[in-house]
């Protein structure tokens, strides 16, 4: 093997090499010509058999040839790289052009909605909004209600109940099961003319259907001052209802009894729906006159204030609105009920 026939090789190896067109293929040439038992190899072990004085020129002749095969295999390998990756770029590119995916935007509950457009109501005619706690204890929820822990009315309300007595030991903790507590909170806290709405959410351990939660909003309302007669809730009932169902809204009370108020009332609204039918008469909350005892619990003489109060369920008053069959609809989470309120 001489000089030219050096060359030959070389020739052939750089032909294959310029024929493997990618990656995997270089691979394998490597192999071929540059590995353990590749091509070269086979010609570096041929010095054994040249005569001692050929060896060293044959050496370096077969070594140059390692050297170029190896430049070109690195030269090709980056140019292989190079056109991959002009072909990534190439197929993926962005059209910066194209109108954008928009991102969906949520819209606030049927429910927050149905409460901030209750309670600006009440705010429009004066009153402030106030918070109590979902976790009471037993003497808001009932006893200072003029509930007694004997009182039959107790048991219309199954109760969620915490512990039996809270650390002060002023009897058990229960979540509340209607907002009803807060007329008392309002008045330890602030002397009349009181006139508060304070919506929140409440608890009962209820089976549900399609009129019963066991969690559900209610507002309570609160109005205590100088001569604050029926009248003045009537009329203040009836501007609410033409808020928030519709301008022609008409109200009419029907006897009720919850032992804090005398006289208890129910109130029927009937009003026109978006589809311009009328509605029946329907139940929409309880009311009253603050019971004497209850005023005097909150630390207010009855001889010299009266006051009335009134407790709505939130829910009601969205299913009565929007015309909804079933309450369960407003918590299950389901895009297509919840969508429709955006
Ligand atoms: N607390 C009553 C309920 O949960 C609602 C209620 C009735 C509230 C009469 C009142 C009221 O303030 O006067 O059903």
Known sequence: MDNQDLQQVAAEALAELESASDLPALTRWKGQWLGDKGKVRALIGNIRNLATDQRSAYGQAVNALKEQLEAALNEREAGLKQSALHHALASDTVDITLPGRPAEMGHMHVISRTIREVTSAFVQMGFQIWEGPEVEVDRYNFELLNIPAEHPARSMQDTFYISDQDKRGTGSLL????????????????????????????????????????????????????????????GTLATFARLVFSPDAEVRFVCGYFSYVEPGVELMVRYTLPNGKRTNWLELLGAGMVHPNVLRNGGIDPDKYSGFAFGMGLERVALLKYGIDDIRHFYANDLRFLEQFG
């Not at 209820?206 to 001569?227: G, I, N, P, S």
């Open 175 to 234: 979540l509340r099961t209607h907002t009803s507590p807060n007329q008392m909170r309002v008045m330890e806290q602030v002397k009349p003319p009181i006139r508060v709405v304070v919506p929140g959410r409440c608890y009962r351990a209820e089976r549900t259907d399609a009129t019963h939660e066991f969690y559900f909003y209610q507002m309570e309302a609160l109005v205590v001052a100088e001569k604050v007669t029926l009248a003045d809730l009537k």
